[in-house]
């Protein structure tokens, strides 16, 4: 069973075209696992077994009649419960949340027509901005790292579920970081793809013009092949952006020789002060790049303070926009964390919103200029180790000591990988980051250094 | 802030039915608000706006 829950999505395609392995055994290995640990993570909010089960039936039937869709066909993932599916509720980790979807979001389409075999919704942050609670409907999910510890977010769930071996693919959204925080505290990989690469239609907005969708694995490779499925112009979402999609896999072993890596140090050395240990992994890391034949030389951006004003004041305003009716009716349904964080935007004043976005304006050019003779930065995701997730003052601490912001404030493509552990064990990680559009150069990146450490191999303790 | 200045700027946002609880997290809010436009520079100029355009559709092609 061990070896089912953590197969990556890479091999698992290849194992079902061989037909060495049965979609419908593979599914069903993965519910009886989410069946037996969820009780103790809290990564699903909820589980639909008949219609994976379906799914993966019409998978295998499928590709026994010679018709393979691709790699995702009989594969099975998860999906962030912001991200509509026909039929099912759209909860938001919510009480307020209790719409049924009338239509699949485009990225659902997409998964289910590559052959997708969908497990169920994964918890949230409520609404993708407050968390962890306990005052929800549904407790929050836990990391399988550490004893009782917090696994980052919004995309909870999703790294979670990766963490655990209870799937191989999930989707996470970021407005702030909310793919690769989870990504980061729960050993695994994410990407905030570039901003309007992903289409956002039928996905519950957190705010509008910050709002990405992401792909959330255990290896870069699997990470890569999943973009492949998502990415695509969406005419009717109006970020989305009508930009050609390149094969994703196809530098992965180019290797880093040759290439110019800016280090973005002052975000977790003046900025911030990082961990040690976490400052450390990063140092490491660019010492590993450099062996591996990259050129890592320091780079200077605007300080994190100044993206983080830019970003908070949009995602407050936005955020509001969305829930202020909600909030004037009912505002005791909301968990105490997302009210505050959302009524924040009620009172910054309209010409204090627009000069925000002139600030992103400016940052972004700034931030560009800086990126030039560069193919792409390594820093920091975020600034400590999970804390243990019943801490509620670690964990406010916490969440604004990220330098994962700018880059929904740019647009920029983002990954966040394991770049080790502390000494007791908790996952620590590290940030690419690239120009528009040039996930492929990430991805490339982040496979080299990968292969080169092994990181991924590490199994949560006891799973 | 004093208590009814907090439930004026709550009502001008229709935000009526807080509670006294709801509104201590409200006053911080305003405060936090308050604090994030102080740190907004201040040379920003009408000229750096890039999000607030807007955009007509193409025109269709002609049929002929």
């Not at chain 2, 994030?36 to 269709?60: G, T, Y």
Request: aromatic residues 6%; glycine residues 8%; neutral net charge.
């Amino acid at each position: 069973m061990s070896e089912l829950a953590f197969l990556g999505l890479a091999d698992a395609a290849q194992l079902i075209r061989a037909r060495k392995l049965s979609p419908v055994e593979y599914t069903r290995a993965l519910l009886e696992r989410i069946e037996r640990l969820d009780s103790r993570y809290h990564a699903f909010i909820r589980v639909t077994p008949e219609l994976a089960i379906a799914a993966a039936r019409r998978a295998e039937q499928e590709i026994a009649a010679g018709s393979l869709r691709g790699p995702l066909h009989g594969v099975p993932f998860g999906l962030k419960d912001i991200i509509d599916v026909a039929g099912q509720p759209t909860t938001g980790h919510s009480k307020v949340g209790d719409n049924i979807a009338t239509a699949d979001a485009v990225v659902t389409a997409r998964l289910k027509s590559a052959g997708g075999v969908l497990l169920g919704k994964l918890a949230t942050h409520e609404f993708a901005i407050g968390g962890p609670s306990f005052d929800l409907p549904w407790p929050p999910a836990v990391n399988p790292w550490g004893g009782n510890h917090f696994p980052g977010g919004s995309s909870s769930g999703s790294g979670v579920a990766l963490a655990a071996g209870m799937l191989p693919a999930a989707l996470g959204t970021d407005t702030g970081g909310s793919v690769r925080n989870p990504a980061s505290l729960c050993a695994i990989t994410g990407m905030k793809p570039t901003y309007g690469r992903v289409s956002r239609r039928g996905v519950f907005p957190l705010a509008v013009s910050l709002d990405h969708v992401g792909p959330m694995t255990r290896s870069v490779r699997d990470n890569a092949l999943l973009l492949q499925l998502l990415a695509g112009h969406d005419p009717e979402d109006p970020g989305s952006a009508d930009v050609e999609v390149p094969d994703y896999a196809a530098d992965l072993e180019r290797g880093v020789k040759g290439l110019e890596i800016g280090l973005i140090r002052h975000f977790y050395a003046e900025d911030m002060q990082a961990d040690p240990e976490q400052a450390q992994a990063i140092e490491t890391a660019a010492d590993v790049l450099r062996r591996l034949g990259a050129s890592v030389r320091e780079i200077r951006l605007v300080s994190l303070q100044e993206y983080a004003t830019c970003s908070r004041i949009i995602i407050r305003c936005e955020a509001f926009a969305v829930h202020r009716r909600w909030l004037q009716q009912r505002p005791g349904d909301y968990g105490a964390l997302a009210r505050q964080r959302i009524l924040d935007g009620a009172t910054v004043s309209a010409a204090d919103y627009i000069d925000a976005l002139r600030l992103r304006g400016r940052l972004t050019r700034r931030t560009l200029e800086a990126f030039a003779g560069i193919d792409a930065a390594l820093t920091v995701s975020g600034m400590d180790p999970p804390c243990p997730i019943d801490d509620a003052e670690a964990c406010a601490r916490m969440y604004p000591r990220q330098a994962r912001q700018p880059f929904n404030v740019t647009g920029q493509p983002a990954i966040a990988i394991p770049a080790g552990f502390t000494a007791s064990g908790l996952p620590l990680s590290l940030q690419l980051v690239g120009h528009p559009w040039q996930e492929a150069t990430l991805y490339r990146i982040a496979h080299a250094y990968e292969r080169a450490t092994l990181w991924i191999d590490r199994r949560p303790p006891g799973l | 802030m004093d208590e009814e200045r907090v439930r004026e700027i709550a009502a001008a946002a229709g935000l009526d039915k807080l509670t006294d609880k709801q509104l201590t997290e409200f006053a911080a809010a305003i405060a936090s608000g308050r604090a994030l436009a102080e740190m907004l520079p201040k040379d920003l100029h009408w000229s750096e706006e890039s999000a607030l355009v807007f955009r007509l559709p193409m025109p269709a092609r002609s049929a002929r």
